[in-house]
């Protein structure tokens, strides 16, 4: 392959792939072809107002959807943590798009180190028996 050749044949395939993408508006672009009866000075306002009523979303949060996932929960922060833990030693977090499934041994265990955690020293056997050491 020559010198001219090593030029001409990328600015051929850069010429063409740019007349390919300027074809006509982008689909799903065409909402944005609409004039407004409203002065910039209204759409200011009515944004400022929706901007303190909390309806507009700041960056990735919604504030409309966060408080639908607030959720309660019975456990203490150290079972929580405990628990945790427990996943994370047996492989069951989340890496990546894969979302591991607790086998319901796993899932005992994971309970049960809960459990542990919220009773200090005490061996937690079975199905809610304790043991105090």
Same mark, same amino acid.
């Given at each position: 392959m020559?010198?001219?050749? &090593?030029? +001409?044949?990328?600015?051929?395939?850069? +010429?063409?792939?740019?007349a390919?993408?300027? !074809?006509?508006?982008?689909?799903?672009?065409?909402?944005?072809?609409?004039?407004?009866?409203?002065? &910039?000075?209204e759409?200011?306002?009515?944004?400022?107002?929706?901007?303190?009523?909390?309806?507009?979303? &700041?960056? !990735?949060?919604?504030?409309?959807?966060?408080?639908?996932?607030?959720? =309660?929960?019975?456990?203490?922060? =150290?079972?929580?943590?405990?628990?945790?833990?427990?996943?994370?030693?047996?492989?069951?977090?989340?890496?990546?798009?894969?979302?591991?499934?607790?086998?319901? !041994?796993?899932?005992?265990?994971i &309970?049960?180190?809960?459990?542990?955690?919220?009773?200090?020293?005490?061996?937690?056997?079975?199905?809610?028996?304790?043991?105090?050491?």
């Amino acid at each position: 392959m020559n010198a001219s050749q &090593r030029i +001409l044949l990328p600015i051929a395939f850069a +010429l063409t792939a740019g007349a390919a993408f300027a !074809e006509g508006p982008i689909e799903g672009n065409e909402v944005f072809n609409f004039q407004s009866n409203l002065s &910039r000075a209204e759409v200011q306002a009515q944004a400022a107002a929706a901007y303190r009523a909390d309806q507009i979303a &700041r960056g !990735e949060a919604n504030p409309a959807q966060a408080q639908a996932t607030v959720v =309660a929960s019975g456990l203490t922060r =150290a079972q929580v943590l405990a628990e945790a833990a427990e996943a994370r030693r047996l492989g069951l977090t989340v890496r990546g798009e894969l979302q591991p499934v607790a086998t319901p !041994e796993q899932a005992e265990l994971i &309970r049960l180190a809960g459990l542990r955690a919220v009773q200090g020293n005490a061996v937690v056997q079975g199905q809610g028996s304790v043991q105090v050491n």
